[in-house]
């Protein structure tokens, strides 16, 4: 299993700058998934590291060795393309065997291997069948079989589940976890799904823009967003603009629109800045204004609920804040008694530690 | 119907000439090449005999011009089908920016009438022509080449006619081949010749079939080529066809000679589609 | 990485060379239609137009060259508006025979355009009917029907149906919301059916070799006889404002429609 490594690499699509002076380490045997919207860039990554995409400028190393030049045949990758890409003239044991074929392995060394990774994905019975005959669950297997049964330095995948059903989505990416855990072989996965990648990873790289805004663990990622964009795509979507009132090493105080919360200390920022506050959605308790009386340690805004949508577990308020700004609110369906209703006067609230605070 | 012509009325006018100006003739064809032969006579009869059949397939002299043609016509299939891959390949590999202009320099020669290209390659050809001019003007040979008149020249002059047909079933092909198949093949270690040769080409059979049912076909039944570059003796069914019908007034043997080169055609069609279908089945999807 | 460059400057090699023996006949006829010697030798001896002249001049050039174009003319325009109900039959209708008459329509194409020619002399001089010049019309009605089907119902397959719907929830009815909707929608469909109908009959040879008579000849057919028996440059002349004709019109044809589309149907 190797180690791959990206220096201030930089990919183009013509004029367009795709990947824009990115620097990752993916370790030896661990799971690592480039996260973002369409276009901001991990595709590209993905296919440079395979050598797809020619690198503009910049390293990229597997176990020290420059690959620049060497092309993505020569590689050793495995990879697993968005369309599975399976050879529709070939059976599925032709398929797989492909790359052992290529790397002049003896046939009979061939047939067992090809066996033994066919018995592993569980598709040893269907080894003479066409990929046409197949349904889309055993070809997501055919092409990880035919990827990993060269024993690859690294696997990659290139949003691999993206055409699939939600149930055959899940049980596909239960069955990459275990399976990659396993054999303990490097991966490199690329998807939008913020779901996916928390449920996949050992690391995970955020990017926007040809740019990776945070590198770090899963949980790391979702509790401590280095950035906005990296928030807001994980799921902290509330962004409120305020001003910073005071801020030390314990806490700071923040105006927004005429309410003082309080927020996690922030370094660097002078007093009078304008600022904005971010709180997920989960995080944020609605309290019908009447019945106020809220306790010293919640941050607490008043406004006035617009819209209540329901979703079975829980309940979305669209809350119309008085400065003018709009807060969201999810709730678990039998949090309170009453319902309520759109136009209450609320208050939304949320504790000082579920707050980021960013650079408006 | 949502339409208040109902669909059938509208295609009916249609499939009336067509029916009536090809399909109804050509039954008509048929039943004459079983009229016994009359030259001059045009009118279909009641008789019917195989004499003029027999005509045909007893005497070794027509054995050997339908030889003749279906050589012609097999070597000329059989060069379009290399190269036409060839240009194929390249017209689907090429840059979006240049594709339009390899697609006009391939293609346009369809659109000139075939009496131009084939007088081209008289030019180039000849005595006087191009290629004897530099043969001659660099030294290598002294004596102009003959060049023209020759099965080579007749076969060269097929080629390009129906070469930008080959392309063209093959690009459509090569285009609903997903992209990623050749890449994916590429990561697992393949060099571009093995790439080409076991996976492109295996996936573009389909087109390349196609193409060649449709050159052979063409390739049977091509007057003008054969008669200007093989000479008026050229040997050739379709002379023989036209000998028949304007010169020797025998329409009777001509029909016959037409239904032949109908179903050689058919018959070599029928047959390349059979084999292919026959291993191809199992993995086309639909 | 030196073997796999090698391996590409050579099929890059295969295929100039290809382009060059594509375009080389073509080229040679424009060279050759310019020299000012009467033999067609390379290189020309000399520049002159006077072959240019000459083929203008020559009395069955020019009347090949209208008896062509109008020929191209009038089977265009006699076919297109039977070639476009069909395609509307087509779209609309659901029979179970469907097939066939899509093989009926495809026929003209697949049967050789010789015997197709022939087939029309033998029934129609059995009928009595010996007139080239309505022998011709059906002959290339006939050429034109099948191409501007295919086009048209290219056209109509790649318009959204919901269209025709769309319009008729607003009140049209089904009449109108065709010619209002649909139909200039395909017109470019229709457009690049005509305008390669109209240069495949201009160019045609197989057809029209039975169905010409000694008062009616089409140009192509004209510029062939002159072949058998002469071999001046005024022959280079012609074919090369042919060329420049159909040149022009299929770069039309490329950008409108794209040739591709055209020739393979779909």
Redesign the interface.
């Known amino acids: 299993m190797a180690q791959v490594e990206l220096r201030n690499v930089y990919g183009h699509y013509g004029k367009a700058v795709a990947v824009n002076d990115v620097s990752l380490v993916i370790r030896s045997g661990a799971f690592v998934t480039l996260l973002g919207p369409s276009g901001c860039g991990k595709t590209s990554t993905l296919r440079i590291v395979a050598g797809l995409l020619p690198v503009s400028s910049g390293q990229v190393e597997f176990d020290g060795r420059s690959v620049n030049r060497v092309s993505s045949a020569q590689r050793n990758i495995g990879m697993v393309f968005q369309s599975l890409a399976l050879f529709p003239h070939m059976t599925v044991a032709e398929n797989v065997a492909f790359g052992l074929k290529m790397r002049k392995v003896a046939p009979a060394e061939i047939e067992s291997r090809v066996r033994r990774m066919l018995d592993i994905v569980r598709l040893g019975h269907l080894a003479d069948r066409y990929p046409a005959q197949m349904s889309g669950g055993q070809q997501q297997r055919v092409a990880l079989a035919r990827a990993l049964v060269i024993a690859p330095s690294i696997l990659i995948l290139d949003e691999p589940f993206g055409a699939l059903d939600r149930k055959l989505r899940e049980a596909m990416q239960v069955e990459l976890h275990s399976l990659t855990r396993e054999l303990g072989i490097t991966a490199l996965f690329v998807t939008h799904d913020q779901d996916e990648a928390l449920m996949l990873s050992d690391a995970i790289a955020v990017m926007n823009q040809g740019c990776v805004e945070q590198f770090g663990p899963p949980a790391e990622i979702y509790r401590a967003p280095a950035t906005r964009f990296v928030a807001d795509f994980m799921g902290m979507t509330n962004f409120l603009s305020g001003r910073l009132l005071a801020a030390d090493q314990t806490s700071s105080r923040i105006d927004i629109a005429g309410s003082v919360v309080s927020g996690p200390p922030r370094s660097a920022a002078v007093t009078g800045d304008p600022i904005t506050l971010a709180v997920r959605p989960e995080k944020v308790t609605v309290m019908p204004r009447a019945a106020s009386g809220a306790g010293s340690q919640h941050a607490a805004v008043a406004g006035k609920i617009r819209q209540v949508t329901f979703h079975g577990e829980s309940l979305r308020y669209v809350i119309d804040l008085d400065g003018g700004e709009s807060i969201v609110a999810i709730e678990p369906v039998h949090s309170r008694e009453n319902d309520l209703e759109p136009g209450t006067s609320v208050l939304a609230q949320w504790r000082s530690e579920d707050v980021f605070l960013f650079a408006p | 119907?949502?339409?208040?012509t109902p669909?059938?009325?509208?295609?009916?006018?249609?499939?009336i000439?067509?029916?009536a100006?090809?399909?109804?003739?050509?039954a008509?064809?048929l039943a004459?090449s079983f009229n016994p032969a009359r030259p001059g006579e045009?009118?279909?009869t009641g008789e019917l005999t195989i004499a003029n059949y027999w005509r045909f397939f007893a005497s070794p002299f027509y054995w050997k011009i339908l030889g003749k043609t279906v050589y012609l016509s097999a070597t000329t299939t059989a060069i379009c089908a290399a190269?036409g891959t060839?240009?194929a390949?390249?017209i689907w590999r090429a840059p979006a920016s240049r594709r339009?202009l390899?697609?006009?320099?391939?293609?346009?020669?369809?659109?000139?009438?075939?009496?131009?290209?084939t007088?081209?390659?008289?030019?180039?050809l000849?005595d006087?022509?191009?290629i004897?001019?530099?043969l001659i003007g660099t030294g290598i040979v002294g004596q102009p080449l003959q060049l023209m008149f020759t099965n080579s020249a007749v076969i060269v002059g097929l080629v390009?006619v129906f070469?930008?047909?080959m392309v063209?079933?093959i690009?459509?092909a090569l285009e609903r081949i997903?992209p990623?198949?050749p890449?994916?093949?590429?990561?697992?270690?393949?060099?571009?010749?093995?790439v080409a040769f076991r996976?492109v080409l295996?996936?573009a059979s389909p087109g390349l079939i196609a193409g060649i049912t449709i050159v052979f076909?063409?390739a049977?039944?091509?007057?003008?080529t054969p008669?200007?570059m093989g000479g008026?003796d050229s040997g050739v069914l379709?002379t023989l066809?036209?000998q028949q019908?304007?010169v020797t007034f025998n329409?009777q043997f001509?029909?016959v000679l037409?239904a032949i080169?109908?179903a050689t055609?058919l018959l070599a069609v029928g047959v390349t589609f059979f084999e292919f279908g026959r291993r191809?089945r199992?993995?086309?999807?639909r | 990485m030196t073997a796999d460059r090698l391996q590409h400057a050579c099929f890059s090699g295969l295929v100039w060379m290809l382009y060059v023996f594509l375009l080389a006949p073509l080229v040679c006829i424009i060279i050759v239609s310019f020299n000012s010697e009467a033999v067609q030798s390379f290189p020309p001896t000399g520049w002159s137009l006077r072959w240019y002249a000459a083929a203008l001049n020559n009395a069955g050039f020019v009347k090949g060259a209208l008896t062509s174009f109008l020929l191209a003319a009038a089977a265009t325009l006699l076919a297109t508006p039977l070639g476009v109900m069909a395609a509307v039959g087509l779209w609309n209708g659901r029979w179970r025979f469907k097939p066939i008459i899509e093989a009926l329509f495809v026929s003209p194409i697949i049967v050789p355009g010789l015997v197709s020619g022939i087939a029309l002399l033998v029934v129609l001089a059995s009928a009595g009917i010996r007139q080239a010049p309505a022998r011709l019309l059906i002959g290339h009605m006939l050429i034109v029907l099948p191409y501007v089907i295919r086009t048209t119902l290219a056209s109509l397959l790649q318009l959204d149906r919901s269209l025709q719907e769309a319009a008729e929830t607003l009140g049209a009815t089904s009449r109108q919301a065709f010619f209002k909707i649909v139909l200039p929608l395909i017109k470019p469909g229709i457009a690049a059916g005509m305008l390669f109908g109209f240069i495949l009959s201009f160019d045609d040879v197989n057809v029209s070799l039975f169905l010409v008579d000694a008062r009616t000849m089409t140009l192509p057919i004209s510029v062939m006889s002159y072949l058998q028996y002469s071999f001046d440059p005024s022959v280079a002349a012609i074919s090369s404002m042919m060329i420049a004709l159909t040149f022009t019109l299929t770069v039309v044809l490329e950008r409108w429609f794209g040739l591709k589309r055209l020739f393979a149907g779909r």
């Open positions: 119907m949502r339409h208040p669909a059938a009325l509208l295609v009916l006018p249609a499939c000439l067509v029916a100006c090809l399909i109804l003739p050509l008509f064809v004459f045009i009118e279909l190269f060839v240009l390949l390249a339009g390899i697609v006009i320099v391939v293609l346009s020669p369809l659109l000139v009438s075939i009496v131009t290209r007088f081209g390659w008289m030019v180039v000849g006087n022509g191009l004897n001019a530099i390009h070469l930008p047909i063209l079933p690009v459509t997903d990623a198949v890449e994916a093949a590429g990561t697992l270690g393949a060099g571009p010749a093995t996976i295996p996936l076909s063409l049977m039944s091509s007057y003008v008669a200007l008026p379709t066809i036209y019908f304007v329409w001509g029909a037409v080169l109908l055609s191809s199992a993995w086309m999807s």
